[in-house]
T-cell receptor
Framework: KQEVTQIPAALSVPEGENLVLNCSFT??????LQWFRQDPGKGLTSLLL?????REQTSGRLNASLDKSSGRSTLYIAASQPGDSATYLC????????????FGKGTKLTVNP | EAEVAQSPRYKITEKSQAVAFWCDPI?????LYWYRQILGQGPELLVQ????????DSQLPKDRFSAERLKGVDSTLKIQPAELGDSAMYLC??????????????FGPGTRLTVL
């Protein structure tokens, strides 16, 4: 059974700092990995999608990497801003069966002005 | 930009009452998902539709939950009767039916359900 773990559960940093969020998964048989942002009481906003054949994806100040063989992904946020404060969720789409995303519990990020 | 629509955004109900949530996926997306998210946890799939057919409802509590997508477009999730443990965020997502998951899943704003 695929399991996704995100460490740390919470992170607090000063504005301007570069930071890395970690995601690990137990089964490397995945189609893709998706990073989401969730603001309190809101839905999920897709940030980056990495296909299993890819190593990284970039969007603005965000860069996500994928090492499928080791079951790890990182989300790098450059020059963090208070507006980046949110919970970041990692999800994998396992191969086989239905197209059911398996989520981690998220990392709650607070960027202090 | 195309978005997944959900209503209502918030719902407060008493236990044993019936509640219903509505979702309209992104136009052209054949696959629709209902997820439930308990506070502090990641979302978990309740039911997946491909057009109007159920693909996976293995985690749907069928004694009280039902879901339909009659015309293969919008969908309704119903709970009857609601229980205290049903308090959660109910999220709808959609994806384009191509190579499995190649386009990713896109989520709506969710419905926050509180059962008193």
């Amino acid at each position: 059974k695929q399991e996704v773990t995100q460490i740390p559960a919470a992170l607090s940093v000063p504005e301007g700092e570069n930071l890395v969020l970690n995601c690990s998964f137990t089964d490397s048989a995945i189609y893709n990995l998706q990073w989401f942002r969730q603001d309190p009481g809101k839905g999920l906003t897709s940030l980056l999608l990495i296909q299993s054949s890819q190593r990284e994806q970039t969007s603005g100040r965000l860069n996500a990497s994928l090492d499928k063989s080791s079951g790890r992904s990182t989300l790098y946020i450059a020059a963090s801003q208070p507006g980046d404060s949110a919970t970041y969720l990692c999800a994998v789409l396992p191969q086989g069966g239905s197209e059911k995303l398996v989520f981690g519990k998220g990392t709650k990020l607070t960027v202090n002005p | 930009e195309a978005e997944v629509a959900q209503s209502p955004r918030y719902k407060i109900t008493e236990k044993s009452q019936a509640v219903a949530f509505w979702c309209d996926p992104i136009s052209g997306h054949a696959t629709l998902y209902w997820y439930r998210q308990i506070l502090g946890q990641g979302p978990e799939l309740l039911v997946q539709f491909q057009d109007e057919s159920v693909v996976d409802d293995s985690q749907l509590p069928k004694d009280r939950f039902s879901a339909e997508r009659l015309k293969g477009v919008d969908s309704t999730l119903k709970i009857q009767p609601a229980e205290l443990g049903d308090s959660a965020m109910y999220l709808c997502a959609s994806s384009f039916a191509g190579t499995s998951g190649s386009m990713g899943q896109f989520f709506g704003p969710g419905t926050r359900l509180t059962v008193l």
